[in-house]
C-alpha cells in the first residue's frame, strides 16, 4: 500500500494450518537488522614534582553512540487470516459469500477464501526508523601532595565533570512527559509528551545538562617524627 520502496514480500500470519503458512520475512530493503554500538574512549594522566609540590592532573573523554533498527517492523506489509467470516461487504461488488457454507457463518477453506482475495487484515509500516542514540562525558582533574614540612603534607585538588544524557542524533529528541503539557492538552493524540522535534525548548535529551560536576577535594597528614615515622 505505502510506496516505501520495500521489495519483499509481505508477512504471513495465520492461527493454525487452516490458510497460510506462518512466514515472518525481515524487510531488507533498507539494508538488513544491525546494531552498531561504538564506543570511543580516550584520557591520560601527568605528574609533575616542582621542589616540595607533586602535582598530578588528568582527562578522561567518553563518546558512545548506538545506531540500530528493530527487528521485524512490517514495512513490506503483513496479511492476517485470523478470522475470515461467511461473508464480507465489498465496497464495490457490496455482499461477497466466502467459501463457507450459506448461513453456518464459518469462513470455509482460508486458502481458498485467499486466492479469492479474501484476508482478514492487511497492515504495513510505511516507514523504518533508525534510531541513533549518543551521550558524552568530558571529566578532569587536578591535585596538588605538598609537602608543606617533614611533618605536615597537605592535599588539595578540584574534579570537574560534565555528563550529558542519551540524546538523539536526528535531533527529533528524546520524548518527555511533563504536567504543564498534559493539563494545557497540547499534544491530544500523546497527552502530555512533547519532544524537541516538536518543541524546541525541549532539549534534545528530554532534560537540561549541568555545565559540570564541581568537586573539590583537601586533606592532610601529619606525624610526630621528623623522618616521617609515626
Known sequence: MFKNGSVVQP????YGYDGLPLLRTPDTSYGGIFAKKQVRIAGDNATK?????????????????????APFVNTNGTVNLYYIGETLTDPVQGLIHSTGPVGS????NYLADFAEGMIFQYNQTNILPEPNLYFWNLSGYIQDHWRLTPRLTIDAGVRLEHLTPWQDSHNVGVATFTPAAYDANINPTLPGIQWHGQNSAIPNGGRPTRWGFVSPRVGFSSTRMATGTR
Not at 508477512?11 to 495465520?14: F, I, P, Q, S
Not at 614534582?49 to 573523554?61: D, M, N, S
Open 49 to 69: 614534582v616542582i621542589g616540595q609540590h607533586t602535582i598530578r592532573a588528568g582527562v578522561f573523554y567518553q563518546w558512545d553512540s548506538n545506531p540500530q533498527v
Open 105 to 108: 457463518g464459518n469462513g470455509g
Open 11 to 14: 508477512t504471513l500470519e495465520d
